[in-house]
T-cell receptor, first 111, second 119 residues
Framework: GESVGLHLPTLSVQEGDNSIINCAYS??????FIWYKQESGKGPQFIID?????DKRQGQRVTVLLNKTVKHLSLQIAATQPGDSAVYFC??????????FGGGTRVLVKP | GAVVSQHPSWVICKSGTSVKIECRSL??????MFWYRQFPKQSLMLMAT?????????EQGVEKDKFLINHASLTLSTLTVTSAHPEDSSFYIC???????????????FGSGTRLTVV
């Protein structure tokens, strides 16, 4: 069920700096992971994904790192811009089709 | 890329009435769709998995008689919140999965969400 009174952790970053967002996932059987960006009042937007047979994947200004030993996922955003301000969620897929979402991190870019 | 359209984007209804939310895959066929609920400052919680032509699979704690899901075609799933109450007020989001393999993100595409307010 939902957690009452949960507050999203916030990462404040200066414009132009790099951001690192972390996520601990729960299921060691998960074979696919996705990072999503969600702006206020909108649905999640795909950023980057990684399969469990990889430990790093790079996109445009973003890099995802996967450490299966400690069940940890991170998203690195290079040269963070004001448009990057949003809530970021990691999601994992285990057997079947369901995606399970992490708690989310709010990124606030300061000019 | 794959596009999922969700309608309406917001709705206000009176307590005790029912509300229907539509989720359409616009440029691909989605044999599987998912419905999520999101409360303010919280993550997305999966409510149910909708399979075309068969009954939906509900997550533990989600009342299937209250949240009716119909997936009658490969491009449309609907969620009906029956006898809505103020505690049902939330942001409802659908996701559709494309199995064609033409999109990179394993086919999970999300709609823009529906803000339901029950007064």
């Amino acid at each position: 069920g939902e957690s009452v009174g949960l507050h999203l952790p916030t990462l404040s970053v200066q414009e132009g700096d790099n951001s690192i967002i972390n996520c601990a996932y729960s299921n060691s059987a998960s074979d696919y992971f996705i990072w999503y960006k969600q702006e206020s009042g909108k649905g999640p937007q795909f950023i980057i994904d990684i399969r469990s047979n990889m430990d790093k994947r790079q996109g445009q200004r973003v890099t995802v790192l996967l450490n299966k030993t400690v069940k940890h996922l991170s998203l690195q955003i290079a040269a963070t811009q004001p448009g990057d301000s949003a809530v970021y969620f990691c999601a994992e897929k285990a057997a079947g089709n369901k995606l399970t979402f992490g708690g989310g991190t709010r990124v606030l870019v300061k000019p | 890329g794959a596009v999922v359209s969700q309608h309406p984007s917001w709705v206000i209804c009176k307590s005790g009435t029912s509300v229907k939310i539509e989720c359409r895959s616009l440029d691909f066929q989605a044999t599987t769709m998912f419905w999520y609920r999101q409360f303010p400052k919280q993550s997305l919680m999966l409510m149910a998995t909708s399979n075309e032509g068969s009954k939906a699979t509900y997550e533990q704690g989600v009342e299937k008689d209250k949240f009716l899901i119909n997936h009658a075609s490969l491009t449309l799933s609907t969620l009906t919140v029956t006898s809505a109450h103020p505690e049902d007020s939330s942001f409802y989001i659908c996701s559709a999965r494309d199995y064609s393999g033409q999109y990179t993100n394993y086919g999970y595409t999300f709609g823009s969400g529906t803000r339901l307010t029950v007064v």
